[in-house]
């Protein structure tokens, strides 16, 4: 099993920054690649970025393109999410999640662990 955590969640002004973090324990060497998704009140869980863990290959929503940077720490098994210029839009509960493919997915059913989630308000 694989246990995630996130942290760095709060409350932050338009325009303003927070950096997310996800650690993670456990059976994690057969993890291939690191997610963010968000869910907002009402709306679906949506994804945001992803790296894989041997090359640090990203990918990212077209909704936080050179905003949000995602990177990882392999010593430390943590992967952060730093945000930039948030918008209130971006207000969410953020949850971190593991894949066990180098293929890098992007909808929630892929993933197989998952985090219990940080809450990010951005008021305007």
């Known amino acids: 099993q694989v246990q995630l955590v996130e942290s760095g969640g709060g409350l932050v002004q338009a325009g303003g920054s927070l950096r997310l973090s996800c650690a993670a324990s456990?059976?994690?060497?057969?993890?291939?690649?690191m997610g963010w998704f968000r869910q907002a009140p009402g709306k679906e869980r949506e994804f945001v970025a992803a790296?894989?863990?041997?090359?640090?290959?990203?990918t990212y929503a077209d909704s936080v393109k050179g905003r949000f940077t995602i990177s990882k720490d392999n010593a430390k098994n943590t992967v952060y999410l730093q945000m930039n210029s948030l918008k209130p839009d971006d207000t969410a509960v953020y949850y971190c999640?593991?894949?066990?493919?180098?293929?890098?997915?992007?909808?929630?059913?892929?993933?197989?662990?998952w985090g219990q989630g940080t809450q990010v308000t951005v008021s305007s």
């Open positions: 999640a593991a894949h066990l493919s180098i293929l890098i997915p992007v909808t929630p059913q892929e993933y197989n662990y």
């Open positions: 456990g059976r994690t060497f057969g993890i291939a690649v």
């Open positions: 790296i894989t863990l041997s090359l640090g290959r990203t």
